[in-house]
């Protein structure tokens, strides 16, 4: 999965545009300006609610083309904040890394010093710093908002399989050119390891754990963790937004192309590659060792109705032109209908585990 999407020479994500109805999916940002902008209104409530730390530093892991960053940048400016905080773009992609520098900035520079922990900055036309950063480690430690949309979903996972009591890996194997009778057979299968692999030895399945095969991400951890630590060191908020469940899921592993559900051990690297995030793990690891307390996950329809989406709907219809009201209503029902993307899709947020008290009294903006 990490090679096929995110390969310096051909992943898949990495010298293309995929978003969009030329792409092979599209994302909710992308859908309607009601997204990013319901979602920039709560950062900036929940901010406050923390006491208005300054500076600050709005961090977005895997943001696509730039879509939801600019939404939240252009409600935070109206917010007058000046010069009090910057933009950080984790990003491994190159080109999703200048479509999201044409989107954002006024003008951009790349860093060829290696030694750089960014490897793009720019400035937006309101004086806004962006940096861009390959991993979460290179993002300075200071007071953080962490945006993550679709970015989990995106990340490798390990697929596990219990055999009587220990956990065996599902490997992906190399089909012999003899068995691959015709060109639509993939070239690849799935084999069940021998024995315990190093990562179904090291995965700690939660007491009574009911599933017999289910997925998991390593990667999701160690950013989970890493997470952690920053927000109770240097204070800090999460929000992750992406498809997911709670620990009841075993095998989501699959691909699309061209808006279609497509075989993953085909062509890979011409399709996008995705499992739904397991939101009980992230949750576990993330309040592991008490630094942090988690809120969710709530369906995204809900957060967004919370939030006053259907207020915010009707301001914008007074305010475009008559032509523009379907696309404007059609798009946020299709991000609120539960028969849509209301349900499958789950806001989670993570906060100091210091501030517990003072959340129970203002409680989380949409979490409620
Ligand atoms: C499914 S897209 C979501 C894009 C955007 N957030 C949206 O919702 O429209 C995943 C994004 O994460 C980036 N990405 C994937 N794996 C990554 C990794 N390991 N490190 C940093 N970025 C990554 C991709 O290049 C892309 O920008």
Known sequence: MREVLTNPLSGYYMHRDVFGREGDFITSPEIC???????????????????????FQIVELGPGRGTLARDVLKVLTKFKFGGQFSMHMVEISPHLSKVQGQRLCFSTETVTDESSPHYQTGKTATGTHVYWHKRL???????????????????????????????????????????VDSDNQPDFRYVISK????????????????????????????????????????????????????????????????????????????????????????????EEHGKVICFGPVE????????????????????????????????YKMLTDPTQMGKRFKFFSIFPAVVRKH??????SGFQ
């Open 359 to 364: 959340l129970e009294k203002f409680p989380v």
């Open 33 to 55: 300006q009601i997204f990013g902008e319901l979602v920039a209104i709560w950062v900036v409530s929940e901010w406050r609610k923390l006491g208005s730390p300054l500076p």
């Open 195 to 286: 024995a315990q692999t190093p990562v179904s030895h090291l995965y700690q399945p939660i007491t009574n754990e009911a599933r017999d095969c289910l997925e998991y991400s390593l990667d999701t951890d160690r950013i989970i963790s890493m997470m952690a630590e920053r927000f109770e060191i240097d204070g800090g908020i999460g929000l992750i937004m992406d498809y997911g469940h709670f620990g009841e899921k075993g095998d989501t592993f699959r691909a699309f192309k061209k808006h279609k559900l497509h075989e993953p051990l085909l062509a890979p690297g011409t399709a996008d590659l995705t499992a739904d995030v397991d939101f009980r793990q992230i949750k576990r690891i993330a």
């Open 300 to 331: 995204q329809g809900t957060f967004l109705k919370k939030m006053e989406g259907d207020t915010r709907l009707e301001q914008l219809l007074a305010f475009a032109l008559p032509e523009n009201h379907d696309i404007i209503r059609s798009g």
């Open 137 to 179: 480690e290179d993002v300075p430690r200071a007071f953080s908002i962490v945006l993550a949309h679709e970015f989990f979903d995106a990340l490798p996972v390990h697929k596990l399989q219990r055999d009587g009591k220990l956990w065996k890996e599902v490997l992906i194997d190399v089909n012999s050119r003899d068995s």
